[in-house]
């Protein structure tokens, strides 16, 4: 039932002109001009790159699926449902499959979608800072990840056929709202990708509508628990996509995109990613006392100190290839949190 948000990882890093957009400010232009790249890729996606490390067509398909990052869609249904049985002391396991299933597919069928619109924009191109897409590599033809964008969207909606039998109208309009999402993100007039409103879109929709969905269908209610469950998924997914966004500041700004971090610039998106890391440890204590469920609740508390290294690295690395093993390792917090979460949940 979560939605899309790993294009967040899709974010073009080609530059569509030389200089700045005249209608940037001369802050946006300086952030652009401080943060240019100066890592090197690692040797892993140097070899990717390459015009002589074609990969099969097998590997290609794999590399579009985005699978670092694929564990954000899926991680808010496991902890949804682990709240509701905390608090009910049972769980229904299909609706919970199902929905497992399906958060999955609308998530893949955002990056496809992703991967080919960005590309047809002139956004990413074989240059990009991020890892290469695909369609834009010329290993994989536009039509072909177009047509797996929508039938991944319409696996999706039939298996949202099974979830409203479960749970009914609400269910409806959270499915409906995360398949547009999932195309809305790269895609129609105005791209929520391309504005300052990424971060706060996968909150709404890894955080409230992924958590809140996947407890609701266990419950037909939601809670206070449920909610603060919400926050923490959608706080790391945020996250996520603030590495991503960082990242391609400098590109970003002379393409003449307006993500937050174009508007907050790196210092800005070092305390926005610094409180998203820590929001979820801060509301640990708060969770335990409101489920009255003793203190396993609060086993996610020994990941701090890897979220406060993933802060410090955050801040001290220059915004280049270097951020994208960044943003897998922020996705793999966001994972085991939820792990860990559900087990002191279920204990």
């Known amino acids: 039932m979560a939605e899309s948000v790993d294009a967040a990882d899709s974010k073009s890093a080609a530059e569509r002109r030389e200089g700045s957009s005249p209608s940037l400010g001369t802050k946006q232009r300086k952030n652009a001009h401080e943060y240019t ?62 929905a497992f299933l399906a958060a999955m597919l609308i998530q893949i069928g955002t990056n496809l ?8 924009r002139g956004a990413d191109t074989p240059d990009r800072l991020g890892p290469p897409r695909v369609t834009a590599m010329g290993w994989l033809p536009a039509h072909a990840v177009r047509r797996a964008a929508w039938l991944s969207f319409a696996l999706a909606f039939v298996l949202g056929i099974f ?25 129609g007039p105005r791209p929520i990708a391309y504005t300052p409103l ?10 409230l509508a992924a958590v809140g969905g996947s407890y609701y269908l266990q419950s037909f209610s939601l809670s206070l628990p449920a909610f603060l469950v919400a926050l923490m998924l959608g706080a790391f997914a945020a996250a996520v996509i603030s590495v991503n ?25 070092n305390r926005i990613y610094g409180i998203e890391l820590l929001l979820p440890f801060v509301l ?30 955050f801040w001290a690395m220059p915004a280049g290839r270097g951020f994208n093993a960044l943003l897998g390792e922020t996705a793999r917090l ?14």
Do not use: C
Not at 198 to 207: H, K, P, R
Not at 251 to 258: I, N, P, S
């Open 198 to 207: 990424g971060e706060l879109f996968v909150m709404l929709f890894f955080g």
């Open 37 to 98: 790249m100066h890592s090197s890729p690692d040797p892993a996606e140097k070899l990717v790159e390459s015009r002589f490390g074609r990969p099969s067509a097998h590997a290609a398909w794999w590399q579009a699926l985005r699978p670092k990052t694929l564990s954000v869609s899926m991680a808010p249904v496991l902890a949804g449902s682990a709240v509701a049985y905390a608090e009910l002391g049972f769980v229904q396991l299909w609706p919970a499959i199902v």
């Open 113 to 120: 979608h992703n991967d080919v619109s960005d590309f047809e």
């Open 163 to 187: 979830l409203v039998m479960r749970g009914g109208w609400p269910i409806v309009g959270i499915g409906l709202a995360s398949l547009l999402a999932g195309w809305a993100y790269t895609a």
């Open 334 to 347: 966001q994972a085991v949190f939820a792990l860990l979460l559900a087990i002191g949940l279920l204990a």
């Open 245 to 269: 966004n960082t990242r391609d500041l400098a590109t970003d700004t002379r393409a003449g995109k307006r993500t937050l971090a174009v508007y907050l610039g790196r210092l800005g998106m």
């Open 284 to 313: 640990l204590p708060v969770l335990a006392v409101t489920l009255g469920r003793g203190w396993w609740v609060l086993l996610p508390s020994v990941l701090t100190l890897p979220a406060m290294q993933l802060a410090r690295r």
